[in-house]
Each structure stands twice: as structure tokens, then as C-alpha cells.
């Protein structure tokens, strides 16, 4: 039997990531991800890996872009500001097809906002973040034991599609304390960089890693070639959990922190003969689009929770096509959703249904 260990979700999503084969770490301390740099600061030099505190998040994620470039699973973490600063580099990154991970333990915005839990970069995760056309795998745990084990799926994910994934926490997730089994987490699955720029004897052509196409057909091709692999990723690598879909009269989404709270909500709204539905989305993009689909097709009325002023809820509107009608509920700030405040809103809701 595999023992478990208690520990922090920053520290887990460290360890996950050592576990995950990850060698390069590149970061710069903020609250409330400041532990996931402090335990790599720790491990990493114990096990022949880079741990280095760069000067700021803006040469972090170049350092990122040029591990990667050799072909080493690397990884950054930081939280909404810094995730604003490296969003250039997010983006040269994934122009140059580039696998890595970084994590956005999400605190309160805009601006220096404060350092609670929040889930108002969502937007910034989903919709790009910086310029161009590319887009990020966004995987989005709701527990300690969760955030490890996606953490683990990251590596592969990155490397399987040479993109960049981001895992997206929130404050709550990254303080947590509760029970981890690393055992159970995917195991490291390498895959061929035969493009990586890890130096030639002449044995083969030498390998550039640019984003960088003066020729307007060049560039075209190039981002249609990493649509296809999109494509590829929206069909087969969505995720999501849901139950209670099959009589719901009201369907509640949400994510992360959240979903935990709306569960508590529903179990006393079931208890109560209120007929609901719960769909947590795990991969926020790409949005598990068709699940919302199949549920406008019964249920009356669609209810989105979030720690933000309502970011999601655009994704389910499109997703629901008018369907049914979608409401929202959102706490921000720093402030999370209790379980009273999601009942409330759902009997309001039913009045109207």
C-alpha cells in the first residue's frame, strides 16, 4: 500500500514536478507561490538539477524558453502579476513550438491587487495572455492530490504537443494542506526531441529555434501546421467531471477552489429535492464545449461560480448557444464563495425556471 504524505499544494506540485522529470527550474518569488520556489531552491541542487532565482519574472521565462529550446523539461510558477510579465515570453515560447510548464497560483488583481485567492486570470490563461495566435493547455486541479497528479499529465501534455501547459491554482489551492499519494501520479512518458538544439557533430542539419517568419506565406503555414495540432488537442485531451446531469433542472459550473464549494452547495440542495447538476471543468481550454451541449438540451438554466467577476461564464454562454439561460455568481477580491451564498442563488434562479 502507498503511504501518503501531507503536505502544501505549492510544495506537492514541486515535488510532482522532480518526480515528473523536471530538471530546470526558473522562478521569482511572489505570494502566494513563493513555497514552490523555496522547495525547488531546496531539492534541486540535491538531485543535479537548476534551481536559479532570476531578477525578475521577465528573464525567468526566457531562461524557460531556452531550456526548453535544449530539450529539457523545465517549468516556472508564479502568480497573477508575474504571469503578466513573463506573457511575452509565454508567447516566443510557444511561437517556437516549445514544450514547458508554468503554474499561476492566482491571487486578487488587477494591478498589485491583493495576495488571497482569486480566479480572475482566467481569461489571461484561456484567451492567450500575449500577442498571437497560439494557445495554452490549461489544467485546473481542485485538490492537493489533483494538482499533483496534473502537474505529472503537464510534462507529458507539453512534450506529446510541444506547447506550452499552464496549471492554474488559485491562493487556497497553493496553501492547502492535505494527504498526497505520489505514487499514483502518471509516470515521466519521454518523448523524441529530435528538433531540440542540443548541439551537432555533423551528423544532421543544425537545428534553429526562432519564431521569427519575415515572409507573411511563412508564417501562415506555420500557424496553420500548429492549429492542426490544437485541433488535435481540443478533440482528444478534454477533461471534465460531472454528475447529477441526467434530471437537472439547474446545472452549476465551476472550477478549482470553487467547485469544492459549489459540491457542499449541491449536496444540500439535493437534500432539499432541488434537482442540480454539477460540471467542473479540469481543462479550461481547451472547454469541455460539448458536455454543455448535451446538458442545454434538458436542463433549464446553467449557473456559473467563480472567484472572479465573471470570466467562465462567457465559455458556458457560448457553449449553451442560448439554449437555456446562464446565470453567474461571482465573489472577488480575495473574498471565496461560501455554500449559503450558491443555495441562495439557485433558489432565486428556480423562482424564475
Known amino acids: 500500500m502507498s503511504e501518503k504524505v501531507l503536505m502544501k ?6 515535488e510532482a514536478a522532480i518526480r515528473s522529470g523536471c530538471r530546470h527550474f526558473f522562478g521569482y518569488p511572489i505570494t ?16 543535479g538539477g537548476v534551481f536559479l532565482q532570476a531578477e525578475s519574472e521577465v528573464a525567468a521565462i526566457n531562461m524557460v524558453y531556452g531550456a526548453a529550446g535544449a530539450g529539457a523539461r523545465t517549468m516556472t510558477s508564479s502568480s497573477s502579476p508575474g504571469i503578466s510579465l513573463k506573457a511575452e515570453g ?17 491571487r486578487g488583481g488587477p494591478g498589485l491587487g491583493g495576495i488571497q485567492p482569486a480566479q480572475s486570470d482566467y481569461f489571461q490563461a484561456t484567451k492567450g495572455g500575449g500577442h ?31 506547447m506550452p501547459v499552464m496549471i492554474l491554482g488559485d491562493g487556497t489551492l ?47 503555414a506555420k500557424i496553420l ?8 488537442v481540443t478533440e482528444k485531451e478534454v477533461r471534465y467531471e460531472a454528475h447529477g446531469l441526467e434530471d437537472a433542472d439547474i446545472v452549476i459550473t465551476a472550477y478549482g477552489t470553487t467547485s469544492r464549494v459549489v459540491e457542499s452547495a449541491v449536496k444540500q440542495l439535493r437534500e432539499e429535492g432541488y434537482k442540480i447538476g454539477v460540471i ?8 469541455p464545449t460539448e458536455v454543455f451541449q448535451k446538458a442545454a438540451e434538458t436542463a433549464k438554466a446553467f449557473l456559473s461560480v467563480e472567484m472572479s467577476m465573471g470570466q467562465m461564464v462567457e465559455d458556458v454562454r457560448l457553449a449553451v448557444a442560448g439554449k437555456a439561460p446562464v446565470h453567474f455568481f461571482g465573489r472577488t477580491g480575495g473574498i471565496i464563495p461560501t455554500p449559503a451564498e450558491v443555495v441562495e442563488k439557485v433558489k432565486e434562479i428556480t423562482k424564475e425556471v
Open 174 to 220: 497553493g496553501q492547502m494542506m492535505e494527504p498526497v499519494d505520489f505514487d499514483s501520479i502518471p509516470a515521466p512518458v519521454e518523448a523524441e526531441k529530435d528538433w531540440a538544439t542540443t548541439g551537432t557533430d555533423l551528423k544532421r542539419e543544425h537545428n534553429i529555434i526562432n519564431s521569427l517568419y519575415l515572409v507573411p506565406e511563412g508564417l501562415e
Open 132 to 162: 498571437g495566435d497560439y494557445h495554452l493547455i490549461v489544467l485546473a486541479p481542485n485538490s492537493v492530490q489533483e494538482i499533483v497528479s496534473l502537474t505529472a499529465d503537464a510534462f507529458n501534455l507539453a512534450d506529446e504537443y510541444r
Open 9 to 14: 499544494g505549492n510544495e506537492a506540485i514541486a
Open 32 to 47: 502566494p507561490q513563493t513555497e514552490l520556489s523555496a522547495y525547488m531552491a531546496k531539492k534541486m541542487p540535491k538531485i
Open 225 to 232: 501546421e500548429r492549429q492542426k495540432r490544437y485541433d488535435i
Open 90 to 106: 509565454i508567447s516566443y515560447i510557444a511561437g517556437a513550438d516549445l514544450p514547458c510548464v508554468i503554474v499561476d497560483i492566482v
Open 280 to 287: 467542473r471543468p479540469i481543462t479550461l481550454w481547451p472547454f
